[in-house]
């Protein structure tokens, strides 16, 4: 049985998962290849990606102003010199000049959002030319078992997820419309997209995945232990929750879920 984790503790994980995959870098796209001057990250979160672990961008790109916001405030440390953080509703727009970036980064962060083409629109504009949005967000309308359907109090729990979600303008299986919004804007001299299915059972080939697919539930599992306290008016009670996670946590299962990452080059 997995423990249940700090919010920051994993997210922190569940970033080395992500930088893992990437072959130690911070995204699939090439920053690497002309180094960024100026870095946004959207939704920062514990600070994961931009400054509190091993593999950040503050530390990657030590030469870049390297800027996040987030709608609640960072948890207290110090920051490097390079790094500033805003403390921001993004729904209301951004304290900052178009193409002020040479990178912007949203991980997980355009489901949670209402109306989130708005947020992408704002967040292009942001852009430099030649300058890259990175996109990452998941379809878990397309979680698996065994390529089947889903057991039913894991299908429950995730059926009464998406109706929250929705009936708060919210889209939880945004990152399979990532492609087409992007490539609606015209901004962009060059899209790619890499749809990756998670194995949450740890039943794959590759070990990477399986690292992925580890932090992935153990993320699961804090998510459903937290669920019935703030849901559960809802629908979403102690009981689904206690089936989802026996479910989520039977080794038989051969659960998956697709993950989109999306790089894309400003025009």
Same mark, same amino acid.
């Not at 960024?36 to 091993?54: C, D, K, N, Q, Y």
């Given at each position: 049985m997995f423990p249940v984790l700090s919010i920051s503790l994993r997210l $922190?994980?569940?970033?080395?998962?992500?930088?893992?995959?990437?072959?130690?870098?911070?995204?699939? =796209?090439?920053?690497? $290849?002309? /180094?960024?001057?100026?870095?946004?990250?959207?939704?920062?979160?514990?600070?994961?990606?931009?400054?509190?672990?091993?593999?950040?961008?503050?530390?990657?790109?030590?030469?870049?102003?390297?800027? =996040?916001?987030?709608?609640?405030?960072?948890?207290?440390?110090?920051? /490097?010199?390079?790094?500033?953080f805003h403390q921001v509703d993004i729904s209301q727009g951004f304290p900052f000049e178009s193409s002020s970036f040479d990178v912007v980064h949203a991980r997980l962060v355009m489901m949670h959002v209402p109306q989130p083409e708005q947020i992408l629109e704002r967040a292009i504009d942001l852009v430099k030319p030649g300058g890259w949005l990175i996109v990452e967000d998941p379809d878990d309308e397309q979680m698996l078992d065994g390529g089947g359907p889903l057991g039913p109090g894991m299908d429950a729990l995730l059926q009464g997820w998406f109706r929250i979600f929705r009936s708060r303008e919210l889209e939880p299986c945004i990152g399979r419309r990532l492609e087409e919004i992007l490539e609606r804007s015209d901004a962009f001299a060059e899209i790619r997209v890499k749809k990756v299915t998670i194995p949450i059972s740890e039943k794959s080939e590759d070990d990477n995945l399986n690292k992925f697919g580890k932090a992935w539930r153990a993320n699961m599992i804090c998510t459903g232990h937290d669920m019935p306290r703030r849901f559960a008016h809802q629908g979403i009670t102690e009981d689904v929750a206690r089936a989802y996670l026996e479910e989520l946590e039977d080794p038989a299962r051969c659960l998956t879920t697709d993950m989109y990452f999306v790089w894309a080059k400003k025009k």
């Open positions: $922190d994980r569940l970033h080395a998962a992500f930088t893992a995959l990437f072959g130690n870098k911070l995204s699939f =796209a090439p920053l690497d $290849d002309s /180094p960024p001057t100026s870095i946004l990250e959207i939704g920062s979160g514990s600070g994961a990606w931009f400054v509190r672990t091993e593999m950040n961008a503050a530390r990657r790109f030590p030469a870049a102003r390297v800027v =996040a916001v987030d709608i609640n405030p960072l948890p207290p440390r110090a920051l /490097p010199r390079n790094v500033e």
